[in-house]
């Protein structure tokens, strides 16, 4: 291979032209002539028996030369990128500028490679750290949850209440002609909860077990069956079971049965320090976002769309790996949400383009800080995946990308950095969403 050129383009794209020499193109010519041939069919000669000259005549004279530029495209592209020392990030569009066994072959490719960045401030940024008081609602409501969660269920006599779990047999008709998936024996339903189309658990409230009805409604005009939006439709139910639950009484042996404290009082506080806690670190979250956005405004970069793309593809299989993970393909995810897979990709865009951006910026920092990751913090990262995914950390050690490993590490220091160096003032504020809700 011998690289002849490597000219920048815009949106951060390259063209590479680069050469096979005539002796390495002639001998793949021939391979490709002894491994293909068989495939074409020649009158008077059986498969694979027919000469070269004879094929070709038939189905054009540089038939074996693109078989030949194909099998030696990867290795002298892979060359010619390492020679012209450029980082790329995008998938080669290739371009055959003349191919000959008497000259060899010369090849043009178009490839996106990572941007130039060019940083604004990064040190010494101001952010405001707001970190939410602790609403006693938010304790009183999680007690609750707490209260809900250890209740049990017994069996109502009378009729049934808002709040109730009625198991129930029904069938749906509209204009008196059963319609598909509107039938179901007992059916768990928790009255007042919302789940039905409006109207339906209201009229079973009232109800007593063994009782059979009919519950009359209507779909609403946007359903997501369009055959049945708007409908007038008619329920026929068996009321099987009323439940209702007991709660437990919110005391001290609430309090010991539900957890390792004595005391209610006990209980509360430590859920108020977990508030506390989980308040703050969202308000350190928040403040490496806000730090990072600022960052991210202030560098200019010709970012390829090919980088996008790329982090969007890391995402869709990182998704699919998390649902396989729960016995579900990919295929059958898109279609319980009737999408296709370009417009479930599109929901990643904003998400991959930020990232993209803060990787940027954050490697940008590396270089100009000169921010290194150690042989001790490579360790210690290798030993906390092994202890996340339940493996010997040789084995860790022996499957991961050290330089890939301590480039992840060095962008989380940068990070760090940016945060040491900036003005962080703290401001408390009232935690006025969730005192609402409650």
């Not at 995008?90 to 055959?96: C, D, H, K, L």
């Not at 808002?162 to 509107?182: C, L, P, S, W």
């Not at 919110?250 to 309090?255: G, V």
């Not at 295929?331 to 930020?354: C, I, R, W």
């Amino acid at each position: 291979m011998n690289l002849i050129s490597c000219e920048k383009l815009e949106k951060s794209m390259v063209e590479l032209q680069f050469s096979i020499d005539a002796d390495t193109f002639k001998k793949a010519v021939a391979a490709a002539f002894k491994r293909e041939s068989k495939k074409y069919a020649v009158p008077g000669f059986r498969k694979g028996k027919a000469p070269r000259a004879m094929i070709e005549k038939m189905y054009g004279a540089d038939l074996f030369h693109y078989d030949a530029v194909n099998d030696l495209f990867p290795e002298a592209y892979e060359a010619a990128v390492k020679e012209a020392g450029i980082d790329v990030v995008g998938r080669p569009e290739p371009e055959v500028v003349s191919m000959s066994e008497a000259e060899g072959a010369t090849l043009k490719v178009k490839v996106a490679v990572k941007p130039e960045v060019t940083l604004g401030e990064y040190a010494g940024l101001k952010v405001t750290r707001k970190v939410k008081t602790v609403d006693e609602a938010q304790v009183e409501a999680e007690i609750k949850r707490m209260q809900d969660r250890n209740g049990r269920l017994l069996t109502r006599d009378g009729a049934a209440e808002n709040g109730d779990t009625a198991d129930i047999d029904f069938e749906g008709f509209v204009d008196g002609v059963a319609f598909e998936g509107g039938k179901a024996e007992h059916y768990s339903l928790v009255l007042g909860s919302g789940s039905f189309i409006p109207g339906f658990e209201e009229q079973v409230v009232g109800h007593k077990a063994g009782e059979e009805f009919d519950v009359n409604v209507k779909f609403p005009e946007q359903y997501q069956a369009e055959e049945l939006a708007g409908k007038d439709a008619v329920f026929k139910i068996k009321l099987h079971e009323v439940k209702y639950k007991e709660l437990p009484a919110l005391d001290d042996d609430f309090a010991k049965d539900v957890s390792e404290y004595d005391t209610l009082d006990e209980l509360k506080d430590s859920i108020r320090k977990g508030i506390e806690e989980n308040n703050n670190k969202q308000a350190d979250a928040q403040v490496e976002n806000d730090l990072i956005e600022q960052v991210v405004n202030g560098m200019t970069a010709d970012i390829p769309q090919a980088m996008i793309d790329g982090r969007v593809e890391e995402l869709v299989q990182d998704f699919q790996y998390r649902i396989a993970q729960q016995g579900l393909k990919m295929e059958q995810y898109l279609q319980y949400m009737g999408m296709d897979m370009d417009a479930f990709k599109g929901q990643f865009a904003e998400q991959a383009e930020k990232q993209v951006k803060m990787r940027l910026a954050m490697e940008a920092i590396v270089a100009k800080e000169g921010i290194e990751a150690t042989d001790e913090e490579f360790e210690a990262e290798v030993n906390r995946i092994a202890d996340v995914y339940k493996m010997e950390a040789d084995k860790v050690r022996s499957v991961v990308d050290e330089a890939a490993v301590k480039a992840d590490l060095a962008v989380n220091k940068a990070i760090d950095f940016v945060k040491e160096k900036a003005e962080v003032t703290t401001e408390t504020v009232v935690d006025a969403p969730a005192a609402q809700e409650e």
